[in-house]
Nanobody
């Protein structure tokens, strides 16, 4: 599967952005889809995940209550709605995919990655 992330940009603190990730290939509904982010000089970190067999997404504590992950299996799309953005949310955001379920918060859990889309939150 190939992934294409988009929707990043520059926003003021407290603002919102919606990231999109378009997936090519078949059987999208069988893939666990996730978002990660990586700030300069830091490791890539887990943001949220939608498991193929679980309707309820899971989130990192740092974004819980502010970010919402959703997916549209008919369109092969996954989204990340980001509200109440903070300067510390500034990072390149990556969508990732793995076939099936299992552990989902480590970068090594994923076989497929999109290119990053930059999110910059100004104070």
């Amino acid at each position: 599967v190939q992934l294409q992330a988009s929707g990043g940009g520059l926003v003021q603190a407290g603002g919102s952005l919606r990231l999109s990730c378009a997936a090519s290939g078949r059987a999208f509904g069988l893939y666990t889809m996730a978002w990660f982010r990586q700030a300069p000089g830091k490791e890539r970190e887990f943001v949220g995940v939608s498991r193929w067999n679980d309707a309820t997404p899971a989130y990192a504590d740092s974004v819980k209550g502010r970010f919402t992950l959703s997916r549209d299996n008919a369109k092969n799309m996954v989204y990340l709605q980001m509200n109440s953005l903070k300067p510390e949310d500034t990072a390149a955001y990556y969508c990732a995919a793995r076939l099936g379920s299992g552990n989902a918060w480590r970068t090594s859990d994923y076989s497929y990655w999109g290119q990053g889309t930059q999110v910059t939150v100004s104070s």
